[in-house]
């Protein structure tokens, strides 16, 4: 499965604004009665503010602009526009409620969707796409449509909205004039449409350009004291300015492209007004048209029209740049995990916990890293996976914890095909300690505990006490305030060592019935690491342990050795024996 | 209106950031100014052409539009084309103010030593490089022209309002102060409620980081709902905030429609009684309402604009505190090369309550070899970093010839120290960048680093060879594949002094062996200093340092320490077993 997000871009057929709107539509399906609510409020509030500039034109041309002037008439209409004016008051408030409520949890359903999919894709997604980049991607992107959703949105609609009404007075009061004042709208629309593929595509650009940028600062000061101790100060310095000046041409031409809209449509609306104005006066002169409709309400319905055009100049690079951070998000959405739940009923005769059958493995299509591998792990039993580095240990151990699934074969887990257990019972029964630890900002105890329903309740007292009994008091001792100690995530605040013991008793606790540990001890000293093994050899007697390590003290007192090397797992029989063939085939390698 | 802007507090600092653009301001001021004069004739024109029209047709005469229309058609084009340059203009000095902002940080950044980047942190420094200089971006782009321009678009509305008729426009010009009034007091109570919002976006973002960074851990735990949970919680939270800036805005906007409608309500009323008693003509009554429409917008954009300002000060703040950081100490002059001898006398390091180097002493000479061994977190990694400079001892000296670390010029110093850190980090560059990181390296000493690293076969087995691109952290190579580069860029840079942290830990053993014996045949006289786990291969070096706890427990070769030392004897006897198995 390719989850490489950049390649994924790249291919990606374009789609065009109002397919990815509707693909986000669809998320707010629930919404309907809410919409419904808003959009009539939306109705009347528009019509309300639109009917002003009419009754104030009609008032004018029946009692102010002619030979009977009315007053008494004038003070009539100003009652009515009050009236008016307070609905209006109320309606505008339910349509900026209700609009701006719909928005909101369409961006908390958006939200939760991505990270729904995040926690559902396989590690491989994870080791295809660069983390800085992911993190950026999914920041940024989430962070432009949160300003769309909660500050451009409601703009965005009540402007259409006003829009679409004063287009609809225009026409219905004098159509020749209304007709003719629409026509620059009409280029507006036709210069919008052509250039909108461009602006989409130099925002688009800049995105991407931003994502490199912060993904380029996030591996240099990550990676800063290499950045010292070599005297490669300049190489940061050299590398940033280069994404900095990609970064900065990119987004001087999306920031033209975005800005430029609005000198357009200010002329193009101006020139709407000259048509009123010209052909408003030709029309009154030949009776066509009332002078007070004339001098103020198609002036304000052409505002009206126009002015919330230009907004949505502005508004309409902001929906863009939310469709542009929403279609790199639906690309995400859009993944489906390779790493599914088969339904298959069938048993196969196998009494082993645990078995490779025939299995084939690569991480991309082209490179197969694991060839034919086929071994049984019996239960209570100790294994060690032993070889050169690179001899596909650590992929032999994502298998068996179900990473990733063969290419071709079957993992076999209790004599039924792996990928027929339900993932809570799969990891229940496999606990795998990473070789790079990872630990959660937050206690010791939160790192131990962590997925871990049993204990969550435990008082610190309590807690001890089961680790006592696990015989895991001596490795919790190493830490200063005990449970409570702090840890931050990729932190330097305790050591490498001491974050493997973490994971170490985060798998112990979770009393699994296979345990592997690849090179889960690499960097605890000895001593520690006896008591390491003092711990795996307590373990409840149907516990099967699978080590994996280059120090073979660590293995000596496995019942099985499997040898390691360019793909392929052999069983290595007794520790001598396995002492000889990774002698040889080191010499090989 | 303009004495409301006034009154806010001058934000420090913000607009002296723009003195080197000084030229390009004036120039974007200036063309917002010209564009916004024209603007506010043009209702002056339409009431001219409505005046005229039916003042000519009251005195039957005809009406020719035309100039009108040629006077309107010139200062449209002529506010296009200023209103088209002030765009460009203004794109241009946010994106280079933007660009000269982050550079200027960066350069900064790039002179700071190691602590002083674990101190801010790295996703600090990256917000300031990205959102804080975004911010600022914001200001120049948008704050400073509109409100420039908003602020002359009242002033001059309400003096043209004033010359057609005072009365009237005293009326419409109170709505000023209420929807300015409203607005800033609702606005106050939103920004409280944008900064509770950014701690729970930073809070989302945390969650979603960890996630990814420990989505492995996650899988083999099956802890996704756990996950997802916590996700939720924060959330939540966003959308609680969001909805409450939002009944704050929905309580704003009626206030902000209704008083421009009761503005226009008195036009009508007020307006309607001039022109019965012919104190005013249709014409002007007409732009009254034209001018209304230009007069609210811009008291709205001055309260968003404010916000930016703010925005912008808080991000200009925290950028300058990187930007004042004292410089790193521009450290000695010594650029001799270094012979290899290195002394620590008394060395103390404290973290927080918790020492974690106490009374650190020993010497060693020039091109021998020294072993650290000791159990987690008895400050072996410490050690090492002392000694490349990375951290600073609290107390004590670090000597290396006789000579205060701190006296030798760094660059020289690091060109004759290598490194192997303990962590494999890997840069998104290709194998050959990795490896010959430093930019002094030379074709030979590449090639020697790779062959002495063990690296040919493996670099030889890829597609693009030494060319081939490696990926962040190093997803597609083994763990002994990314110590070994590690080590081959440690010592393509020809150092005097190799320091090795916990090499051992993910390459075989035979591999180990191997390379140790490359680096005793290919680096002559090189003194190194190797944090281990394995006693098994350091038994013959000159030294073995035994630490625990920050402390030296013993020291001496492996004979002595043996008959000495206790905890090195326990030490030795865990890995006796097998070490006989250990090539």
Same mark, same amino acid.
């Given at each position: 499965? @390719?989850? &490489? #997000?950049?390649?994924?871009?790249?291919?990606?057929?374009?789609? !065009? +604004?109002? *397919?990815? $709107?509707?693909? =986000?539509?669809?998320?707010?399906?629930?919404? @309907?009665? &809410? #919409?419904?609510?808003?959009?009539?409020?939306?109705?009347?509030? !528009? +019509?309300? *503010?639109? $009917?002003?500039? =009419?009754?104030?034109?009609?008032?004018?041309? @029946?009692?102010?602009?002619?030979?009977?002037?009315?007053?008494?008439?004038?003070?009539?209409?100003?009652?009515? $526009?009050?009236?008016?004016?307070?609905?209006?008051?109320?309606?505008?408030?339910?349509?900026?409620?209700?609009?701006?409520?719909?928005?909101?949890?369409?961006?908390?359903?958006?939200?939760?969707?991505?990270?729904?999919?995040?926690?559902?894709?396989?590690?491989?997604?994870?080791?295809?796409?660069?983390?800085?980049?992911?993190?950026?991607?999914?920041?940024?992107?989430?962070?432009?449509?949160?300003?769309?959703?909660?500050?451009?949105?409601?703009?965005?609609?009540?402007?259409?909205?006003?829009?679409?009404?004063?287009?609809?007075?225009?026409?219905?009061?004098?159509?020749?004039?209304?007709?003719?004042?629409?026509?620059?709208?009409?280029?507006?629309?036709?210069?919008?449409?052509?250039?909108?593929?461009?602006?989409?595509?130099?925002?688009?650009?800049?995105?991407?350009?931003?994502?490199?940028?912060?993904?380029?600062?996030?591996?240099?000061?990550?990676?800063?004291?290499?950045?010292?101790?070599?005297?490669?100060?300049?190489?940061?310095?050299?590398?940033?300015?280069?994404?900095?000046?990609?970064?900065?041409?990119?987004?001087?031409?999306?920031?033209?492209?975005?800005?430029?809209?609005?000198?357009?449509?200010?002329?193009?609306?101006?020139?709407?007004?000259?048509?009123?104005?010209?052909?408003?006066?030709?029309?009154?002169?030949?009776?066509?048209?009332?002078?007070?409709?004339?001098?103020?309400?198609?002036?304000?319905?052409?505002?009206?029209?126009?002015?919330?055009?230009?907004?949505?100049?502005?508004?309409?690079?902001?929906?863009?740049?939310?469709?542009?951070?929403?279609?790199?998000?639906?690309?995400?959405?859009?993944?489906?995990?390779?790493?599914?739940?088969?339904?298959?009923?069938?048993?196969?005769?196998?009494?082993?916990?645990?078995?490779?059958?025939?299995?084939?493995?690569?991480?991309?299509?082209?490179?197969?890293?694991?060839?034919?591998?086929?071994?049984?792990?019996?239960?209570?039993?100790?294994?060690?996976?032993?070889?050169?580095?690179?001899?596909?240990?650590?992929?032999?151990?994502?298998?068996?914890?179900?990473?990733?699934?063969?290419?071709?074969?079957?993992?076999?887990?209790?004599?039924?095909?792996?990928?027929?257990?339900?993932?809570?019972?799969?990891?229940?029964?496999?606990?795998?300690?990473?070789?790079?630890?990872?630990?959660?900002?937050?206690?010791?105890?939160?790192?131990?505990?962590?997925?871990?329903?049993?204990?969550?309740?435990?008082?610190?007292?309590?807690?001890?006490?089961?680790?006592?009994?696990?015989?895991?008091?001596?490795?919790?001792?190493?830490?200063?305030?005990?449970?409570?100690?702090?840890?931050?995530?990729?932190?330097?605040?305790?050591?490498?060592?001491?974050?493997?013991?973490?994971?170490?008793?985060?798998?112990?606790?979770?009393?699994?019935?296979?345990?592997?540990?690849?090179?889960?001890?690499?960097?605890?000293?000895?001593?520690?690491?006896?008591?390491?093994?003092?711990?795996?050899?307590?373990?409840?007697?149907?516990?099967?342990?699978?080590?994996?390590?280059?120090?073979?003290?660590?293995?000596?007192?496995?019942?099985?050795?499997?040898?390691?090397?360019?793909?392929?797992?052999?069983?290595?029989?007794?520790?001598?024996?396995?002492?000889?063939?990774?002698?040889?085939?080191?010499?090989?390698? | 209106?303009?004495?409301?802007?006034?009154?806010?507090?001058?934000?420090?600092?913000?607009?002296?950031?723009?003195?080197?653009?000084?030229?390009?301001?004036?120039?974007?001021?200036?063309?917002?100014?010209?564009?916004?004069?024209?603007?506010?004739?043009?209702?002056?024109?339409?009431?001219?052409?409505?005046?005229?029209?039916?003042?000519?047709?009251?005195?039957?005469?005809?009406?020719?539009?035309?100039?009108?229309?040629?006077?309107?058609?010139?200062?449209?084009?002529?506010?296009?084309?200023?209103?088209?340059?002030?765009?460009?203009?203004?794109?241009?000095?946010?994106?280079?103010?933007?660009?000269?902002?982050?550079?200027?940080?960066?350069?900064?950044?790039?002179?700071?030593?190691?602590?002083?980047?674990?101190?801010?942190?790295?996703?600090?420094?990256?917000?300031?490089?990205?959102?804080?200089?975004?911010?600022?971006?914001?200001?120049?782009?948008?704050?400073?022209?509109?409100?420039?321009?908003?602020?002359?678009?009242?002033?001059?509305?309400?003096?043209?309002?004033?010359?057609?008729?005072?009365?009237?426009?005293?009326?419409?010009?109170?709505?000023?102060?209420?929807?300015?009034?409203?607005?800033?007091?609702?606005?106050?109570?939103?920004?409280?409620?944008?900064?509770?919002?950014?701690?729970?976006?930073?809070?989302?973002?945390?969650?979603?980081?960890?996630?990814?960074?420990?989505?492995?851990?996650?899988?083999?735990?099956?802890?996704?709902?756990?996950?997802?949970?916590?996700?939720?919680?924060?959330?939540?939270?966003?959308?609680?905030?969001?909805?409450?800036?939002?009944?704050?805005?929905?309580?704003?906007?009626?206030?902000?429609?209704?008083?421009?409608?009761?503005?226009?309500?008195?036009?009508?009323?007020?307006?309607?009684?001039?022109?019965?008693?012919?104190?005013?003509?249709?014409?002007?009554?007409?732009?009254?309402?034209?001018?209304?429409?230009?007069?609210?917008?811009?008291?709205?954009?001055?309260?968003?604009?404010?916000?930016?300002?703010?925005?912008?000060?808080?991000?200009?703040?925290?950028?300058?505190?990187?930007?004042?950081?004292?410089?790193?100490?521009?450290?000695?002059?010594?650029?001799?090369?270094?012979?290899?001898?290195?002394?620590?006398?008394?060395?103390?390091?404290?973290?927080?309550?918790?020492?974690?180097?106490?009374?650190?002493?020993?010497?060693?000479?020039?091109?021998?070899?020294?072993?650290?061994?000791?159990?987690?977190?008895?400050?072996?990694?410490?050690?090492?970093?002392?000694?490349?400079?990375?951290?600073?001892?609290?107390?004590?000296?670090?000597?290396?010839?006789?000579?205060?670390?701190?006296?030798?010029?760094?660059?020289?110093?690091?060109?004759?120290?290598?490194?192997?850190?303990?962590?494999?980090?890997?840069?998104?560059?290709?194998?050959?960048?990795?490896?010959?990181?430093?930019?002094?390296?030379?074709?030979?000493?590449?090639?020697?680093?790779?062959?002495?690293?063990?690296?040919?076969?493996?670099?030889?087995?890829?597609?693009?060879?030494?060319?081939?691109?490696?990926?962040?952290?190093?997803?597609?190579?083994?763990?002994?594949?990314?110590?070994?580069?590690?080590?081959?860029?440690?010592?393509?840079?020809?150092?005097?002094?190799?320091?090795?942290?916990?090499?051992?830990?993910?390459?075989?053993?035979?591999?180990?062996?191997?390379?140790?014996?490359?680096?005793?045949?290919?680096?002559?006289?090189?003194?190194?200093?190797?944090?281990?786990?394995?006693?098994?291969?350091?038994?013959?070096?000159?030294?073995?340092?035994?630490?625990?706890?920050?402390?030296?427990?013993?020291?001496?070769?492996?004979?002595?320490?043996?008959?000495?030392?206790?905890?090195?004897?326990?030490?030795?006897?865990?890995?006796?077993?097998?070490?006989?198995?250990?090539?």
């Amino acid at each position: 499965m @390719k989850y &490489n #997000l950049n390649d994924l871009q790249a291919n990606a057929p374009k789609s !065009s +604004t109002w *397919s990815s $709107l509707n693909k =986000l539509l669809q998320l707010i399906s629930h919404e @309907k009665r &809410n #919409l419904l609510l808003a959009t009539l409020a939306i109705v009347v509030n !528009s +019509t309300l *503010s639109l $009917l002003g500039p =009419l009754i104030i034109g009609r008032t004018i041309d @029946k009692y102010i602009f002619v030979p009977h002037k009315n007053y008494h008439g004038v003070l009539m209409n100003c009652a009515l $526009l009050l009236g008016m004016y307070l609905v209006a008051l109320l309606t505008s408030y339910l349509q900026t409620i209700l609009m701006g409520g719909v928005g909101q949890r369409m961006l908390f359903t958006l939200r939760n969707a991505i990270f729904n999919k995040l926690q559902l894709l396989p590690v491989g997604f994870f080791n295809q796409n660069k983390a800085g980049d992911l993190i950026s991607r999914i920041n940024n992107d989430t962070d432009k449509l949160n300003q769309f959703f909660s500050q451009s949105l409601m703009q965005f609609i009540g402007s259409i909205a006003v829009m679409l009404g004063a287009g609809i007075f225009l026409l219905s009061v004098n159509i020749k004039l209304g007709s003719a004042t629409l026509i620059p709208a009409v280029l507006i629309l036709i210069f919008t449409s052509l250039t909108s593929p461009w602006v989409k595509r130099k925002n688009a650009r800049n995105l991407k350009s931003v994502g490199g940028m912060s993904g380029e600062i996030q591996e240099s000061l990550n990676n800063f004291k290499v950045i010292i101790a070599f005297n490669r100060r300049d190489y940061f310095r050299k590398r940033f300015e280069e994404v900095n000046t990609q970064n900065y041409e990119s987004a001087v031409g999306a920031g033209i492209a975005n800005n430029s809209y609005v000198p357009v449509y200010a002329l193009f609306s101006s020139f709407a007004q000259l048509i009123v104005l010209v052909y408003g006066i030709y029309l009154v002169s030949h009776g066509q048209l009332g002078p007070g409709v004339f001098a103020v309400s198609y002036f304000s319905y052409t505002n009206q029209f126009y002015n919330p055009l230009r907004q949505l100049a502005a508004l309409w690079t902001s929906f863009q740049t939310a469709m542009a951070g929403w279609e790199r998000i639906a690309q995400i959405l859009a993944l489906e995990t390779d790493i599914v739940t088969i339904d298959k009923k069938v048993k196969e005769l196998s009494p082993s916990l645990l078995e490779f059958r025939n299995v084939h493995f690569g991480y991309d299509d082209d490179r197969e890293i694991l060839h034919n591998i086929n071994f049984k792990l019996e239960r209570g039993k100790t294994y060690a996976l032993v070889g050169p580095t690179g001899g596909g240990k650590t992929t032999t151990a994502s298998l068996i914890a179900r990473l990733y699934d063969p290419n071709n074969g079957m993992v076999l887990l209790n004599g039924k095909d792996i990928r027929t257990y339900q993932p809570v019972e799969r990891t229940k029964k496999i606990g795998f300690i990473l070789q790079e630890p990872f630990l959660f900002t937050g206690t010791v105890r939160e790192n131990i505990l962590y997925g871990n329903e049993q204990y969550i309740s435990h008082t610190n007292e309590q807690l001890e006490q089961v680790i006592l009994e696990a015989n895991l008091g001596s490795l919790l001792a190493i830490f200063e305030s005990g449970l409570d100690t702090n840890v931050i995530s990729g932190g330097d605040s305790i050591s490498l060592g001491q974050k493997q013991l973490i994971a170490f008793m985060r798998a112990v606790l979770r009393n699994p019935e296979l345990l592997i540990l690849d090179e889960a001890t690499a960097n605890i000293d000895t001593i520690t690491e006896k008591l390491l093994s003092d711990i795996l050899n307590k373990l409840p007697a149907s516990t099967t342990r699978v080590i994996i390590a280059h120090r073979l003290n660590t293995i000596e007192n496995a019942d099985e050795i499997f040898f390691v090397n360019s793909g392929e797992v052999i069983r290595a029989g007794s520790f001598d024996h396995a002492m000889d063939m990774l002698l040889k085939g080191k010499r090989v390698s | 209106m303009s004495q409301t802007v006034g009154s806010k507090p001058k934000p420090p600092g913000i607009f002296s950031l723009l003195k080197p653009y000084s030229g390009l301001v004036t120039l974007l001021i200036l063309f917002a100014l010209f564009s916004n004069s024209v603007n506010l004739w043009l209702p002056k024109i339409i009431s001219h052409g409505i005046d005229g029209y039916f003042h000519n047709r009251f005195t039957q005469m005809h009406f020719d539009a035309g100039p009108t229309a040629i006077e309107f058609s010139l200062a449209v084009v002529f506010i296009f084309v200023f209103g088209f340059l002030q765009t460009i203009i203004q794109t241009y000095t946010s994106e280079k103010v933007a660009r000269d902002l982050r550079a200027r940080l960066s350069d900064k950044i790039s002179r700071q030593n190691n602590l002083f980047i674990e101190r801010v942190t790295p996703s600090k420094l990256l917000t300031n490089l990205t959102a804080d200089v975004d911010s600022i971006k914001l200001f120049v782009s948008q704050a400073l022209v509109s409100i420039v321009s908003s602020v002359f678009i009242i002033v001059g509305a309400s003096i043209l309002l004033l010359t057609i008729n005072w009365k009237l426009a005293l009326c419409v010009m109170s709505i000023i102060p209420i929807i300015g009034g409203t607005f800033f007091y609702v606005l106050k109570k939103v920004r409280a409620l944008f900064i509770k919002s950014r701690g729970v976006i930073d809070w989302l973002n945390k969650v979603i980081n960890e996630s990814i960074l420990g989505s492995a851990l996650i899988r083999v735990i099956n802890s996704q709902q756990l996950e997802f949970d916590k996700f939720l919680k924060a959330n939540a939270e966003a959308r609680d905030i969001g909805l409450s800036i939002l009944r704050l805005f929905a309580g704003l906007i009626p206030v902000i429609t209704f008083s421009a409608s009761m503005a226009t309500l008195s036009i009508l009323a007020l307006g309607g009684h001039f022109i019965i008693n012919n104190t005013m003509s249709l014409g002007e009554f007409a732009s009254f309402n034209l001018y209304l429409a230009q007069l609210i917008f811009p008291i709205l954009i001055i309260g968003f604009m404010s916000n930016i300002i703010a925005q912008a000060t808080a991000s200009f703040q925290r950028i300058n505190a990187v930007l004042d950081a004292p410089d790193t100490p521009a450290g000695g002059s010594i650029t001799e090369n270094l012979k290899g001898d290195i002394e620590l006398k008394d060395i103390a390091i404290t973290y927080g309550q918790k020492p974690a180097l106490k009374q650190i002493s020993f010497k060693v000479s020039a091109g021998s070899k020294i072993a650290v061994i000791g159990p987690t977190a008895a400050g072996k990694s410490q050690l090492l970093y002392l000694l490349t400079g990375l951290i600073k001892q609290d107390s004590g000296e670090v000597l290396f010839d006789g000579r205060n670390i701190d006296d030798y010029d760094s660059e020289s110093f690091h060109s004759q120290v290598g490194f192997v850190f303990q962590d494999s980090i890997i840069f998104n560059i290709s194998i050959r960048e990795n490896i010959a990181f430093s930019d002094t390296v030379t074709d030979e000493s590449l090639e020697k680093a790779i062959d002495t690293a063990e690296l040919r076969e493996f670099i030889n087995g890829l597609p693009d060879k030494l060319s081939t691109v490696v990926s962040e952290r190093g997803a597609s190579l083994s763990g002994g594949q990314k110590q070994r580069i590690m080590l081959a860029r440690a010592l393509a840079i020809e150092p005097k002094i190799l320091l090795l942290d916990d090499f051992t830990a993910r390459v075989d053993s035979g591999t180990e062996s191997k390379i140790l014996a490359n680096v005793q045949k290919n680096y002559p006289g090189l003194t190194l200093i190797s944090v281990t786990q394995k006693i098994a291969s350091v038994e013959h070096y000159d030294q073995i340092i035994l630490m625990m706890q920050g402390e030296i427990v013993a020291c001496g070769k492996h004979g002595e320490l043996m008959k000495t030392s206790p905890e090195y004897v326990q030490i030795f006897n865990s890995q006796q077993s097998t070490s006989n198995y250990e090539v």
